[in-house]
Structure formats: structure tokens, C-alpha cells
T-cell receptor
Framework: GENVEQHPSTLSVQEGDSAVIKCTYS??????FPWYKQELGKRPQLIID?????GEKKDQRIAVTLNKTAKHFSLHITETQPEDSAVYFC???????FGKGTTLSVSS | SAVISQKPSRDICQRGTSLTIQCQVD?????MFWYRQQPGQSLTLIAT?????????ESGFVIDKFPISRPNLTFSTLTVSNMSPEDSSIYLC???????????FGPGTRLTVT
């Protein structure tokens, strides 16, 4: 079955800096890779996703890249703001298998 | 996106009892899933709730412990049976829109087993 590894587990940046979170997956048949943001006490919120026929996707300050050959994908957040502080999860597949999460802290 | 509700939002239960969690969506969806999230942890897929047929369980989860129903395209239930303190967790349903892969989560049910 699918296995998703996520790094780093914690990430601290200054406001305005960029943040990058990386994930690898094991099942070459997986073709859908979403990213979720979860604030304390709230449900996971879908922030961006990418399908296997696309290499990169952007939405304002966030972007996701996918390398199918290497089986890894990354989340890029530019111009970070304090409200970006949360736990971010990557996932793969249709019945999603999640990475362990990255706690992002943005200090002003 | 669809509006998803779960009942109850939280409960405290005695060990050995069972709790049924309901997930209701305001529109028809193709797929519904159940996840568990233990405090400070990631989400773990329990099963895919199939409409009109038995649920598809992930490794480590069995129907006797987590029976699931999905009688129509807008509703599903997850029962946590013969509960132990290790079942204390947040249980979330998610739905997948027709024609897309996007999944959206319900607000979750916080279960505490004493």
C-alpha cells in the first residue's frame, strides 16, 4: 500500500521568508497529491492539490511541485505571514494516505 | 464545496460500549471516507464507505470493530464498538466531489473513552 513521508516535522521562519515542505510517496500508481492546513481544534482544510499530469501549480502565495519520476512533491509558501502558522499535511492517492505533518511557525 | 456535518461533535463513553457517529452532506457525493486523528498526530484512513456495498477497510481496521453504513449518497455512519481508552480520538468523515479528486472534511467527532 501507499506510504507517505513528510519533512521537516517542524519549521520556524521569520515573517516574509519562504517555507518549503517536502513529501515522498511509495506507490507509483498514485495520481493525486493534496495539501491540507490544520489549525488547532479545526478540521483539515484543503489549500492546494496537484494531479500527476501536472508538474507545478500555483495559487497566490502557495505552490506545489511534483516530480513523478522521483516520487516526491513539495509545498512552497512565499512571503509567509503569522496566519500561515499551522500544521500542514501532505497526502497521496484517492483514499488519502497522509504524511505525519509539519508544524509551521511564522514569527513576526 | 459541500456542507458536511457530524453528530455528535463530542462524547465521553464508558469502556465496552459502542458509539455511532453520523456524517451528513448537503449534496450527493461519490465517495465518503472515515479517518481517525489521535491527539497531535496525523490522519489515518479507517475505511472507504461504499454506497450499496460493504465498506473497504484499511490494514489494521476491521468491520467488527468499526462497522460502517452508507445507505445513500449523502449519509454515512461509523460505529466504534466495544470501546477501550485506546479508541479515544477524533473521528472525521470526508467527502469527494463528483468528477474531482478533492476531499473535504467534516468537523470531526471527539471521542473520549473512560
Amino acid at each position: 500500500g501507499e506510504n507517505v513521508e513528510q519533512h521537516p516535522s517542524t519549521l520556524s521562519v521569520q515573517e516574509g521568508d519562504s517555507a518549503v515542505i517536502k513529501c515522498t510517496y511509495s506507490d507509483s500508481a498514485s495520481n493525486y497529491f493534496p495539501w491540507y492546513k490544520q489549525e488547532l481544534g479545526k478540521r483539515p482544510q484543503l489549500i492546494i492539490d496537484i494531479r500527476s499530469n501536472v508538474g507545478e501549480k500555483k495559487d497566490q502565495r502557495i505552490a506545489v511541485t511534483l516530480n513523478k519520476t522521483a516520487k516526491h512533491f513539495s509545498l512552497h509558501i512565499t512571503e509567509t505571514q503569522p496566519e500561515d502558522s499551522a500544521v500542514y499535511f501532505c497526502a497521496a492517492g484517492t483514499a488519502l494516505i497522509f504524511g505525519k505533518g509539519t508544524t509551521l511557525s511564522v514569527s513576526s | 464545496s459541500a456542507v458536511i456535518s457530524q453528530k455528535p461533535s463530542r462524547d465521553i463513553c464508558q469502556r465496552g460500549t459502542s458509539l455511532t457517529i453520523q456524517c451528513q452532506v448537503d449534496s450527493q457525493v461519490t465517495m465518503m471516507f472515515w479517518y481517525r486523528q489521535q491527539p497531535g498526530q496525523s490522519l489515518t484512513l479507517i475505511a472507504t464507505a461504499n454506497q450499496g456495498s460493504e465498506a473497504t477497510y484499511e490494514s489494521g481496521f476491521v468491520i467488527d470493530k468499526f462497522p460502517i453504513s452508507r445507505p445513500n449518497l449523502t449519509f454515512s455512519t461509523l460505529t466504534v464498538s466495544n470501546m477501550s481508552p485506546e479508541d479515544s480520538s477524533i473521528y472525521l468523515c470526508s467527502v469527494q466531489n463528483r468528477g474531482t479528486y478533492e476531499q473535504y472534511f467534516g468537523p470531526g467527532t471527539r471521542l473520549t473513552v473512560t
